[in-house]
């Protein structure tokens, strides 16, 4: 079974984070959440989530990707977290898939694992490097790092990722059965 690791910190975007662990877990990923300093984690509009597994014990070598949602202090705290820096790197380095959407590629800039052609929230790309950022397109894949833009695309993203994880024949069970024919 394919495995993801979600890293939330506070001041996470909310419907990015229920939306990728649901998308996942329908196509049959196995997902845990993973947070900084207390398993309950509260978003960017005040909601919080009780993550299931603190990001200090969890070994990169049990999943097959690491997925950022985005959200501007989220992402900074990421960006900052020496701990969540190496656990970026260390999936990079692996040949491991590395997702971010929204602000989050931005955490993936300052680990130095952002690809070439990437997408993001419009705006965020001026803390990144403007000039390959992907604007009209929803999802990004570039080698082994996906991207996406903003809450809007979450469903879409999610999807991408089941497709790289488990296959086109799940991928196409979770779009039809969402409605998710936009993606």
């Known amino acids: 079974m394919a495995t993801a690791l979600v890293l939330l910190a506070e001041g996470f975007e909310e419907i990015e984070a229920v939306s990728i662990i649901d998308i996942l877990r329908r196509g049959g990923v196995e997902v845990h959440s993973a947070y900084l300093e207390g398993e309950f984690v509260t978003g960017a509009n005040g909601i919080t989530i009780q993550a299931n597994i603190a990001l200090k014990v969890a070994f990169p070598d049990d999943y097959d990707m690491v997925v950022l949602p985005g959200g501007w202090d989220g992402t900074n705290r990421l960006a900052e977290n020496p701990l ?10 692996d040949g491991k898939w590395v997702a971010a959407m929204c602000a989050a590629p931005y955490a993936l800039h300052v680990a130095g694992v952002l690809s070439k052609r990437y997408t993001c929230y419009p705006s965020v790309e001026e803390k990144i490097r403007p000039e390959d950022r992907v604007a009209g397109e929803k999802v990004v894949v570039d080698g082994k790092v996906i991207t996406s833009q903003g809450p809007g695309t979450a469903i879409c993203f999610g999807l991408e990722i089941v497709r790289q994880l488990v296959g ?11 409605l998710s024919t936009f993606c």
């Open 84 to 93: 969540a820096q190496t656990v970026i790197k260390k999936f990079a380095s």
């Open 168 to 178: 086109e024949e799940s991928y196409r069970t979770v779009r039809e059965g969402t």
